[in-house]
Nanobody, 122 residues
């Protein structure tokens, strides 16, 4: 069983930068981790993911070129570097584990963290 804890969310201005961290514990052999977000009144959506099949990153079109997902095996930690933040990036951000289905499908993930809030103001 995997447990996930996110942190790093904050309030920033447009164009600002944040780095979110997701620390994993438990049974971590070849887990697939993704970042998701949910804004008020909207469905949860996939933001980025990285799978242990060569550790190729996947990104939603809305964040590609601005966000970077990475992981540190030694620290069991996955990161989401967020640059050039926009107001539409405001959401609760979650990391989630699970290798089934499409990377961007929250319904295919079986373990979730508690979330960390990101607010971008103009």
């Amino acid at each position: 069983q995997v447990q996930l804890v996110e942190f790093g969310g904050d309030s920033v201005q447009v164009g600002g930068t944040l780095r979110l961290s997701c620390v994993a514990s438990g049974s971590l052999s070849r887990i697939c981790v993704g970042w998701f977000r949910q804004a008020p009144g909207k469905e949860r959506e996939g933001v980025a993911a990285i799978y242990p099949d060569g550790y190729i990153p996947y990104y939603a079109p809305s964040v590609k070129g601005r966000f970077t997902i990475s992981h540190d095996n030694a620290k069991n930690t996955w990161y989401l570097q967020m640059d050039s933040l926009r107001p539409e990036d405001t959401a609760m951000y979650y990391c989630a584990a699970g290798c089934g289905g499409n990377w961007y499908d929250p319904g295919a993930r079986n373990t979730w963290g508690q979330g960390t809030q990101v607010t971008v103001s103009s």
